[in-house]
């Protein structure tokens, strides 16, 4: 514990004294195989990204080495890596055992929660009926593999679409009674302009959807969202890329996300997480309070 509060001390003079641009987040793609298959998701089972487990132990090690010390895993569905054997949870292990801080692993929760020192994402896609109709009546496995993991680092995320913004009041509301959940994050649905014209919210949806997240936030509900980058969403008017974030498969390191190289993608930039990592970089108190609650639970 001590040693962690030295090291996120070591980070905040250099990034917040000395101004230094320090990595923070460094994110794999560790596979693209994934079990479900989301209409939305253009990525899955491709295969072309899937690290061996050197390749994955080699990348993890030299993002350390430039600073990083949070560390996520995606996919595709991370749980079903393998590579000759090894698993996730040995890749989790090696990043602990190396220095990372946090480890957290972006899941479709379809799979047992079994990866100690680790937080959890968890997807759903809005209420049950809602989710199920999305990822194939997924959403009682989900909720049984959440009660039953092996920690309670676990938060919920969703990506709103025009399939379940409708939805928004209810899914909140039917999450939260769970009692399951450490918190709800989102994100708005960040893809090519035509296919979020075809599947994700119009500019002034978005606008009201992000009024009603900070409205249900208000009421209490455990929402992981800074007023800072409500804001900042709402405006679309933060500072990106953000050089303190990568992301890596196994051909190459993106800085931010893959869609660094797609101005009209990152134009709409819909990741609320990047926004909040944004806002606290910029020194913005209510998401440092944010990011240090969430991290706070690790
Ligand atoms: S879409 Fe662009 S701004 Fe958003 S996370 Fe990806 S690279 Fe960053």
Redesign the pocket.
């Known amino acids: 514990m001590v040693g962690k509060v030295a090291s996120w001390l070591v980070y905040g003079f250099r990034t917040f004294i000395l101004r230094q641009e320090v990595p923070y987040l460094f994110g794999m793609v560790i596979t693209d195989k994934c079990n479900l298959n989301c209409f939305y998701c253009e990525s899955k089972n491709s295969g072309r990204y899937h690290f061996s487990f050197e390749q994955a132990k080699k990348t993890i090690q030299e993002a350390y080495a430039r600073g990083h010390r949070s560390l996520y895993f995606t996919g595709g569905e991370p749980m079903v890596w393998e590579d000759d054997g090894h698993n996730l949870e040995e890749l989790v292990r090696f990043a602990r055992d190396i220095g990372f801080l946090e480890v957290f692993i972006f899941t479709n929760g379809t799979r047992p929660l079994s990866i100690a020192n680790s937080n959890y994402i968890v997807t759903i896609d809005g209420p049950k009926d809602i989710h199920d109709k999305i990822r194939g009546n997924s959403y009682d496995v989900i909720l049984r593999n959440v009660r039953n993991a092996v920690t309670k680092k676990v938060f919920a995320s969703i990506t709103f679409s025009r399939a379940n913004a409708q939805h928004l009041r209810r899914f909140v509301e039917e999450v939260s009674d769970t009692k399951l959940f450490k918190g709800i994050s989102f994100n708005l649905l960040?893809h090519w302009p035509e296919i979020v014209q075809t599947h994700g919210v119009s500019l002034e949806e978005r606008k009201r959807l992000l009024d009603d997240i900070w409205r249900l936030k208000s009421e209490g509900y455990p929402i992981v969202l800074s007023r800072a980058a409500y804001k900042a969403l709402r405006n679309n008017d933060w500072k990106?890329?953000?050089p303190q974030?990568e992301?890596g498969t196994k051909d190459r390191i993106?800085?931010?996300?893959?869609?660094?190289d797609?101005?009209s993608?990152?134009?709409?930039?819909?990741?609320a997480n990047?926004v909040e990592v944004s806002q606290m970089l910029s020194l913005k108190p209510s998401a440092l309070w944010q990011v240090l609650r969430m991290v706070g639970t690790a």
Do not use: E, H, K
Request: charge should be positive; hydrophobic fraction near 30%; include cysteine.
């Open positions: 960040t990106r890329p953000i974030i992301l993106f800085q931010c996300c893959r869609d660094i797609n101005p993608v990152c134009a709409q930039c819909g990741y990047c």
